[in-house]
């Protein structure tokens, strides 16, 4: 079921809520459909501020097909919007104007492609005809494009097209291109391979003189891997999000991409990024590839011959005049020989089960300074994941189910203005927010799920990050004779955990039982006294890391006890609820008031302690320890 913290978008009729451009300065949500555009108001997607509906308007061709999709939107300089529609295979680009849309938007809407506006200028990686067998990436305007070559693009499926944000030094000036295709250079298998691959191009090309001439003279490949354990093919390319640094170089900017299997024999998604110097170094420095004759066909290999000066791809000469002998050696081998490989040289993540779609990535920063990435990322089942790196390990530490049904999310956005995640799929739209912290979860199950967004959102006292979990001491009197029980909550279903008594490790035992989230002792004596700690532990990198969840310090008491409390209870269990819960308000507001003054709490998410955190059956009294 959906959550009650999400708003939902979907008009009747309309369907495929596949492309959205983010207006945060009018504070709209742009989203293009199946024949229509929509603005909608950013904070709460459910109101509709304007839409515009786009027939198709070529209705010569077959009735069925006649369908416009919405595909590009882009927003140029000047605050106008550029659309373009698939418009039944005869493509269409709008700037509110009318404009021929072909190798700009594709003809056919289940067709992969990519474009991005760029100085009011169109890049866009997709088909120049009806059949969908030119695929190009061009420029608008000078009009500049790739070679219809295999060796170029190779059956391609565009992913998405990228710059780097402006800066005042370095040599900025390139556009990328992620994109899957058929390998030229693995020809000894007997099916065709896909491999995935990153592509580059230089903003000043203009094309050659007599060589190239309107195509780009800059145009560089390298193949991207993401080596997932035990798959023999490499993996595919689906999705990508930049993410840089204001503070720093744009060099230091990463590219997370989401990689899925090219068998159906696997289900294993993954999560690889790559450092936009790693990218750069390939090309500025690695070796090219060349084809070379063996024996009755050719193969390709590492060219090791002299490469041209000025170096292909170095953006730095004009292209127009660049010497034949550099256009000649692009034009025929426009693939780097050196691989690129992940920061790390393996996934961020990986996970069974439905394939991952879309990514975002957004920066938390903890009051300590220290940074959390955490990526969102969508699934063919509608999910949405939301996973942390700690101490250098992602962890997946909440899954929402978005859609009603199970439903691929197809595009994926998050606006720093709201706060808010915008997810759309074929059925329609939904905004969740980044934090949930004090919503569906409790403010202890956040911090123990290990949601930076808690300390994001703790502002009135200390604010710790939850990789140390902060604890306070609860103390806890006891009747001899009765039961006690310790809870230590944990909705965090990566740690197990295990009970201390003055360091000592508790074991089970016929009088100690160690559930999930609590710890049980019966028939209590004195020797149960004393100072229990619940710690909870993860594995990482083959370290256990430990962490304390929850205090207590249990004492002996001589007075008189209410009812005993009894794990399985039948007709005083009612009672015993009410009663446990008034206690356990009163110690809550006690120990509040009392460590208010003196300890620093570890959160804060303006909510009370439930009853959960703490429960005994004696009387309980708070007090310093
Ligand atoms: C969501 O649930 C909370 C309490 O569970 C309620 O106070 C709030 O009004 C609900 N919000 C919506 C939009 O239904
Ligand atoms: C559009 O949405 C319908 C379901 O409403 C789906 O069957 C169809 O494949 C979608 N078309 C494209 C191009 O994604």
């Known amino acids: 079921c959906l959550r009650n913290d999400t708003r939902l978008f979907r008009e009747e009729g309309v369907s495929n809520y596949t492309i959205m451009l983010l207006q945060e300065d009018t504070k709209l949500l742009l989203l293009g459909a199946r024949e229509a555009l929509f603005a909608l108001d950013l904070e709460d997607i459910s109101k509709k501020q304007a839409s515009q509906e786009y027939d198709c308007k070529n209705k010569g061709k077959d009735l069925s097909e006649c369908k416009n999709y919405i595909k590009i939107l882009h927003k140029t300089e000047d605050n106008r919007m550029y659309v373009c529609g698939t418009n039944a295979f005869d493509p269409e680009c709008d700037y509110m104007t009318g404009e021929d849309g ?45 070679e219809i070559k295999t060796s170029w693009l190779n059956e391609p499926n565009f992913i998405s097209l990228a710059q780097l944000p402006k800066s005042d030094w370095g040599d900025d000036d390139k556009v990328y291109l992620f994109f899957s295709e058929t390998a030229v250079e693995y020809d000894c298998y007997k099916k065709p391979v896909v491999v995935s691959r990153v592509a580059r191009v230089c903003k000043g090309d203009t094309g050659g003189r007599r060589t190239l001439q309107r195509k780009w003279t800059s145009f560089l490949k390298a193949r991207l891997e993401c080596p997932v354990l035990g798959s023999q093919l490499p993996n595919i390319i689906q999705n990508t999000y ?42 500025a420095e690695g070796q090219f590839k060349t084809l070379v004759p063996v024996e009755t066909s050719f193969i390709w290999v590492a060219y090791s011959g002299e490469v041209p000066d000025p170096r292909p791809g170095s953006c730095q000469t004009r292209s127009l005049d660049l010497p034949d002998q550099t256009l000649h050696f692009i034009r025929d081998r426009p693939l780097m020989e050196d691989i690129i490989q992940p920061i790390g040289e393996k996934p961020l993540l990986e996970r069974r089960g439905a394939a991952f779609t879309c990514i975002v990535v957004h920066q938390v920063e903890a009051a300590d300074g220290q940074k959390f990435h955490v990526m969102f990322i969508g699934t063919e089942d509608g999910t949405l994941l939301k996973a942390v790196n700690y101490v250098g390990e992602m962890f997946i530490i909440e899954q929402i189910q978005l859609f009603q049904s199970p439903e691929a999310i197809k595009v994926l956005r998050f606006s720093d203005v709201t706060g808010q995640l915008y997810a759309g799929s074929d059925y329609g739209v939904v905004q969740v927010p980044l934090a949930t912290c004090g ?20 502002t009135v006292f200390g604010q710790e990050i939850p990789t140390v979990a902060g604890t306070r001491m609860l103390g806890v009197w006891f009747m001899p004779g009765g039961s006690v029980k310790l809870a230590c909550p944990s909705s965090s279903n990566l740690a197990t955990t295990k009970w201390e008594v003055n360091g000592r490790l508790v074991a089970s035992s016929p009088r100690h039982e160690i559930l999930q989230d609590e710890l049980l002792i019966l028939n209590v004596s004195d020797s149960d006294a004393g100072r229990y700690r619940c710690l909870s532990m993860e594995r990482s990198k083959g370290d256990q890391y430990t962490a304390t969840v929850a205090e207590y310090q249990l004492s002996l008491k001589g007075e008189p006890r209410l009812p005993q409390a009894q794990r399985n209870g039948s007709s005083t269990v009612g009672l015993q609820v009410v009663i446990g819960l008034l206690v356990v308000s009163l110690v809550a507001l006690l120990a509040w008031n009392f460590y208010n003054g003196h300890l620093p709490l570890p959160w804060n998410c303006n909510k009370k302690q439930s009853g959960k955190s703490y429960e005994s059956n004696g009387q309980e009294d708070p007090g310093p320890l």
Not at 108 to 129: E, G, K, W
Not at 439 to 458: F, K
Request: aromatic share 14%; proline share 7%.
């Open 102 to 146: 072909k190798g700009k938007c594709p003809f056919d809407p289940y067709q992969r492609h990519a474009s991005i506006m760029v100085d009011d200028n169109l890049y866009s990686a997709t088909s120049m005809n009806f059949l969908g067998s030119e695929l190009v990436l061009m420029r608008s305007s000078p009009p500049i494009r790739t």
């Open 242 to 283: 930049r993410w840089c640094d204001p503070q720093k170089h744009w060099s230091d900017c990463l590219f997370y991409a989401i990689f899925t299997p090219q068998s159906d024999t696997s289900d294993l998604s993954a999560v690889c990024a790559y450092s936009v110097f790693d990218i750069n170094r390939v090309f």
């Open 439 to 458: 919503r569906s979860l409790s403010c202890l199950d956040c911090i123990l799920a290990r949601d930076p967004y808690c300390g994001w959102d703790a």
